[in-house]
Nanobody
Framework: VQLQASGGGLVQPGGSLRLSCLAS????????MGWYRQAPGKQRELVAS???????NYADSVKGRFTISRDNAKKTVYLQMNSLKPEDTAVYYC???????WGQGTLVTVSS
C-alpha cells in the first residue's frame, strides 16, 4: 500500500486547511486510517483516526476543530482542519493499519 498526502501549506491562525491522503491497492475500504503529526523537536502523535466502519477518534487537542473522513470510492482519507492554531504547525502524515505504511508527510504551518 502506498499513501500520498497533500494539502498542506501556510495559513493564518484561525484559518482552515483540508489534507488528503490517496491510497493505492485494494484494501482501502477494509483498512483503518489515521492522521499523525510531528512538530519540530517533538514525537509523532496521533491526531485522528477512522475505522473501516466509519468510527472516528480524535486527540483532545483537536476535538471540535478537526474532522477526519473517508471516501472509499476514491480511496482517500481527509482531514478538515478548522480554527487552526500556531501549535498545530507540524508535518502531517497519514498511515494505514493493515501494513503499517506511512505517507510522505505534508507540512502545515500556522503563522501570521
Amino acid at each position: 500500500v502506498q499513501l500520498q498526502a497533500s494539502g498542506g501549506g501556510l495559513v493564518q491562525p484561525g484559518g482552515s486547511l483540508r489534507l488528503s491522503c490517496l491510497a493505492s491497492g485494494n484494501f482501502f475500504s477494509v483498512n483503518d486510517m489515521g492522521w499523525y503529526r510531528q512538530a519540530p523537536g517533538k514525537q509523532r502523535e496521533l491526531v485522528a483516526s477512522v475505522t473501516s466502519g466509519g468510527s472516528t477518534n480524535y486527540a483532545d487537542s483537536v476535538k471540535g476543530r478537526f474532522t477526519i473522513s473517508r471516501d472509499n470510492a476514491k480511496k482517500t482519507v481527509y482531514l478538515q482542519m478548522n480554527s487552526l492554531k500556531p501549535e498545530d504547525t507540524a508535518v502531517y502524515y497519514c498511515r494505514e493499519a493493515i501494513f503499517g505504511s506511512w505517507g510522505q508527510g505534508t507540512l502545515v504551518t500556522v503563522s501570521s
